[in-house]
């Protein structure tokens, strides 16, 4: 069946740290891959995706993901936390332009000061 | 509309009572997507519309949920006989070309 994984339902980081949120999908074909935000009491926002176009992906506030086929990884980071980076980070994967978007469990994401 | 429209923003009902939660998604989305998210867990697939027709809905937890979508546009998720375990945010989300979704804000339902 198809699945994502995300490595650790909890990551604390110190503000201005290197910020890794991982991502492993089960795939035998090439997916799409997203990640999403979700902050406290809101819905979710895009952060970035990947279509088939190049490997590493940047999107909205510093992220970027890399897309390792041969680690079937789709891993966020980010250089330097920052403290409104604190949120839910939920990694997703689908298989076509019509089909579901299957989401992972989510990371929460603190930062201390 | 700009964005993905969820009403109610937060609902409350009585063990027992049906339930409708309303999804307007943005102009021209011919996909439409439910989600669950219950407590301290992920995103849980409900239903999926492409236009008016739910090609896909195997997430639907049982035969007290239902969902139906009119001219292409909103969609309503009913909920019967609700349940103290159906409480949870119910999320929307549409789509253009299928890759990517806007998600609405969600209704909170709670079930008492």
């Known amino acids: 069946a198809q699945s994502v994984t995300q490595l650790g339902s909890h990551v604390s980081v110190s503000e201005g740290a290197l910020v890794l949120l991982r991502c492993n999908y089960s795939?035998?074909?090439?997916?799409?891959l997203f990640w999403y935000v979700q902050y406290p009491n809101q819905g979710l926002q895009l952060l970035l995706k990947?279509?088939?176009?190049?490997?590493l992906v940047k999107g909205i506030n510093g992220f970027e993901a890399e897309f390792k086929k041969s680690e079937t990884s789709f891993h966020l980071t980010k250089p330097s936390a920052h403290m409104s980076d604190a949120a839910e980070y939920f990694c997703?994967?689908?298989?076509?332009?019509?089909?579901?978007?299957?989401f992972g469990s989510g990371t929460r994401l603190s930062i201390r000061p | 509309g700009a964005g993905v429209s969820q009403s109610p923003s937060n609902k409350v009902t009585e063990k027992g009572k049906d339930v409708e939660l309303r999804c307007d998604p943005i102009?021209?989305?011919?996909?439409l997507y439910w989600y669950r998210q219950s407590l301290g867990q992920g995103l849980e697939f409900l239903i999926y519309f492409q236009g008016n027709s739910a090609p896909d809905k195997s997430g639907l937890p049982s035969d007290r949920f239902s969902a139906e979508r009119t001219g292409g546009s909103v969609s309503t998720l009913t909920i019967q006989r609700t349940q103290q375990e159906d409480s949870a945010v119910y999320l929307c989300?549409?789509?253009?070309?299928?890759?990517?979704?806007?998600f609405g804000s969600g209704t909170r339902l709670t079930v008492v």
């Open positions: 102009s021209g989305h011919t996909a």
């Open positions: 989300a549409s789509s253009l070309e299928g890759i990517g979704y806007t």
């Open positions: 997703a994967v689908s298989y076509s332009s019509a089909s579901k978007i299957i």
């Open positions: 990947y279509t088939s176009a190049a490997t």
């Open positions: 795939s035998s074909v090439p997916p799409y």
